[in-house]
């Protein structure tokens, strides 16, 4: 894939004159990675009076096959610039593109001061070259540029390209009214000392006009801009997230999948599954991996909460692989569904997004790079605890680190108690927390939770044949007061999400302070003899 800009002149202009020292400006820029394509067409000059001019459209014509004998043009990266009637020639090109739904990557235009309305300056010089359908076409009264501008409109061009107008402070060839136009809810800059001739010939690397187009040429298309009410971006994220500021702490493991993480982020464009149980880190490693990353910005990062809102994040990641966004996005409680068809969609297309999903199953998923978190080793869960745990003598803050059983939250929580009430508590009591950690990405049923929380009065349970299967029928039918296949679908789907932990005939519910919690509220609520 190459990168173009191609140069459009204007009316009397020529396709190595009008333009100046810019393209070589813009070749010898190590800032700006594309190559300078100037279009020449037959516009004979105001004095020229006895010349006949070519339609707008068979110039648009000939523009277009110019561009495409010079560019790959369904996989180039194209920016378009046109001065004056180039640029009412440049969206003659567009629109003839959008209108045979010829595939581009044309996503960024420029215009330098483009009479879209016409100008003063050709309702005066048509009587004087009255052959010159250039100067007919570009009168304040043109019913063809009317039309043009209505069919650009109906086109829905405006909310598919990023289009920067540059505008002459003092320009009596152009008003500014006229450059605007139908583009005033995108990019205007004005530059003074210069005019309609002058704008697009700087004088130097340092000349505002050329400043403002470098910018513009450099300036990405981010995720930023498709915020809507299913997303918030870093700073909100972070803000009402859970406290991330604990020593952040590795195992080999966690030291793999931050590095797995952040190689991602690398790439041009990536997509990956984050998965693991709740509490153990997930939100903390994105984090991490957002900080150490060179080619994330801040800025540029999307948070999406999957739940309720599948229809919405779907449609707007389309629309960020088509309009070629570049940033990270990342859905949270994204099931493995959803995933694979978003993964189909940023994987189908030459794109710049970085996309990261976070779900709690393990179940494998399509095309992408499967991040699965393990619980920490105790040392690692130690360095967390240390900082916190001042004062407590090592026997306790190793008694901790294994009651934690490698979940981080677990740790930190258990140690927030501590800092609070002075003494070590087995139980987690923020409901929120139990919630999340239970529920992951959908909601159960009171009788899900009422199994569950009758295996968690139990260290180790049994659930298949023999002695085990008579353990899962007594949990499920004498103490939850279910039957056996609500049990069943308890262990399916608390398995997948990694709070039962099973080996062979027998399973538990982890993390232990979870499964306190839960066993110490079944004994408040339970009668049971």
């Known amino acids: 894939m190459a990168k173009k800009i191609i140069l459009v002149h204007g009316l009397g202009g020529t396709a190595d004159g009008t333009w100046g020292e810019f393209p070589n400006f813009l070749e010898a820029d190590k800032d700006i990675n594309f190559d300078i394509v100037s279009c ?14 070519p339609s707008i459209l068979n110039i648009a014509n000939g523009v277009l096959t110019d561009i495409r004998v010079r560019c790959d043009i369904e996989n180039d990266e194209i920016i378009l610039a046109g001065h004056s009637l180039g640029g009412i020639i440049v969206k003659k090109v567009l629109l003839l593109l959008e209108n045979k739904q010829t595939p581009h990557k044309i996503f960024k235009v420029c215009f330098f001061d483009v009479p879209h309305d016409g100008s003063g300056y050709a309702n005066a010089g048509k009587h004087v070259s009255f052959r010159n359908r250039h100067l007919k076409s570009l009168t304040r009264d043109s019913s063809e540029l009317d039309d043009l501008n209505e069919q650009w409109v109906h086109s829905g061009l405006n909310n598919k390209l990023d289009i920067m107008s540059i505008i002459s402070a003092n320009d009596d060839i152009v008003s500014s009214s006229s450059s ?19 704008i697009v010939k700087p004088e130097s690397v340092n000349s505002s006009s050329y400043l403002v187009f470098k910018g513009f040429v450099l300036k990405k298309n981010t995720v930023a801009k498709y915020k809507n009410l299913a997303s918030r971006d870093l700073e909100d994220w972070r803000r009402i997230e859970r406290n991330h500021s604990y020593h952040y702490a590795r195992d080999e493991n966690r030291t793999k999948d931050l590095e797995s993480l952040i190689s991602a982020f690398g790439l041009g464009s990536s997509v990956v599954r984050l998965t693991g149980a709740s509490g153990l880190g997930k939100t903390r490693l994105l984090l991490e991996a957002i900080d150490a990353s060179e080619s994330i910005d801040d800025s540029c990062t999307l948070i999406f909460n999957a739940p309720g809102y599948d229809t919405r994040i779907k449609e707007t990641i389309r629309s960020m692989v088509e309009d070629r966004a570049d940033g990270l996005v990342v859905i949270e409680n994204c099931s493995v569904d959803l995933h694979n068809h978003l993964a189909k969609e940023v994987n189908a297309a030459d794109c710049l997004l970085k996309l990261v999903t976070v779900g709690y199953s393990n179940e494998q998923v399509d095309d992408s790079i499967h991040i699965i978190l393990s619980p920490l080793k105790d040392e690692a869960i130690k360095q967390i605890l240390s900082p916190i745990l001042v004062g407590l003598n090592s026997s306790d803050v190793d008694r901790v680190a294994r009651f934690a059983q490698g979940y981080p939250l677990m740790a930190t929580l258990i140690a927030e108690q501590y800092q609070e009430q002075g003494r070590l508590l087995g139980s987690i009591e923020r409901s929120s927390v139990v919630k999340k950690l239970i529920e992951g990405d959908s909601v159960i049923t009171d009788a899900e939770k009422e199994v569950l929380s009758a295996c968690s009065l139990f260290d180790v349970f049994g659930t298949a044949e023999g002695s085990a299967g008579e353990e899962a029928k007594f949990i499920a039918e004498d103490v939850a007061g279910y039957d056996l296949r609500v049990f069943d679908r308890v262990l399916t789907i608390f398995t997948r999400r990694q709070i039962v932990n099973r080996a062979g005939r027998y399973a538990r519910v982890v993390p232990k302070p979870l499964a306190l919690t839960l066993a110490s509220e079944w004994w408040e609520k339970t009668s049971y003899d």
């Open 180 to 198: 605007k136009s139908i583009f005033r809810e995108h990019a205007i800059e004005t530059i003074n000392d210069v005019d309609h001739r002058t």
């Open 40 to 53: 020449g067409y037959e516009s004979p000059a105001l004095w020229k009076f006895w010349k006949r001019a």
